[in-house]
């Protein structure tokens, strides 16, 4: 309990601290990106997941020290820091990935037939690659068990294909759907806000330690990082800290076995990806912005994302889509304490 809590206060604190820095930094360096849901079009710093990583790596190498020097050292299955250093190794090189996509970004922006200036960053080809060899650390290690709890279908043993196959699968597939959501000050942050806690209170509550100690100290790097997320956003997250959620996400169920809840809560961005699937992954989750300062879908009333599915029930502001998504993620990130499905 003591390297747990002295982790997710570092964690915390390290964030909060360094995002200013950060914002200063990156604003001088001018790797900004347009804040498109505002009228006069800011140009914001762009690459929040640097200020995670850094609370989130911070807090668990303080979680690692303090369990290594302790009187009382609880290595087990659960508790073995390699696998913790692997995570670590792996998140440090998603984060390099999503930087080198916000680097790209902010030099390319088109503009739609509706007049709307939209980011284009690398080839939605290429994004997988980037994060594929992220992966490795946890398929040399063969992270998690091979035996897996599959929604509707039950325990599966993939034996030795599951680290050569499921864990990259796994890995790259939650970076880059995690990644498919977003534009709205606010949004990644929130959402990510929800599903690492309703994972992490998951995993502390059936005794996965190390799953627990990663996603609650994203937690609270995240609740830091929201104060200058929200609206109106100082700072844009970036596909550095969209691929890091996804990544840390899946990490986390892999070292935690708990695939089948990790899967449940992140059950949005499943049907994100179907619903940018319909699209063939070119539209974007942007609204056309009025005078009023209210949302209208870009593509009339085609869904192609879960912003459209609400942008075209009423006329709302980029604050109030967010608010609807968060939600909608608290609502899928009970479901695995009820054990619906």
């Not at 699937?277 to 879908?297: E, H, I, Q, V, W």
């Amino acid at each position: 309990m003591k390297a747990f809590l002295i982790s997710t206060i570092v964690s915390f604190l390290i964030t909060y601290f360094i995002t200013p820095r950060v914002i200063n930094f990156l604003g001088a360096a001018n790797i900004v990106s347009i804040d498109l849901h505002k009228q006069n079009k800011p140009r914001l710093p762009a690459g929040g997941g640097i200020c995670i990583s850094s609370g989130i790596l911070t807090g668990i190498l303080c979680y690692v020290g303090v369990q290594t020097f302790s009187s009382v050292s609880p290595y087990g299955s659960q508790n073995n820091p390699i696998q913790l250093l692997a995570v670590i190794s792996s998140i440090l090189m998603v984060t390099l990935s999503g930087l080198l996509d916000d680097l790209n970004v902010r030099s390319k922006v088109v503009q739609t037939k509706d007049g709307i200036n939209v980011k284009i960053g690398f080839p939605q080809w290429v994004k997988p690659l980037l994060t594929l060899p992220a992966a490795v650390p946890l398929m040399v290690i063969a992270a998690g068990e091979t035996e897996m709890a599959i929604p509707f279908i039950g325990e599966v043993n993939f034996g030795i294909w599951y680290p050569l196959l499921i864990i990259p699968i796994g890995f790259v597939g939650a970076s880059n759907m995690v990644n498919m959501l977003g534009g709205f000050n606010g949004l990644e942050t929130g959402m990510g806000i929800i599903y690492t806690l309703s994972l992490g209170v998951y995993a502390w509550t059936y005794g996965r330690n190390q799953a627990s100690i990663l996603l609650l100290t994203a937690c609270v790097a995240l609740l830091a990082f929201l104060k200058y997320n929200w609206y109106p956003a100082k700072i844009l997250p970036g596909d550095s800290l969209t691929y890091l959620l996804g990544s840390l996400v899946a990490a986390s169920v892999i070292v935690g076995n708990m695939e089948r809840a990790g899967i449940v809560v992140m059950i949005p961005f499943v049907i994100e990806f179907f619903l940018k699937a319909r699209s063939r992954f070119k539209a974007s989750c942007l609204g056309k912005l009025g005078a009023d300062g209210k949302l209208t879908p870009l593509y009339g009333g085609k869904i192609y994302s879960w912003t459209h599915i609400i942008m075209n029930l009423k006329r709302f502001r980029e604050r109030d889509v967010t608010v609807a998504l968060i939600l909608i993620q608290v609502f899928f990130a009970t479901l695995p304490f009820l054990r619906i499905i």
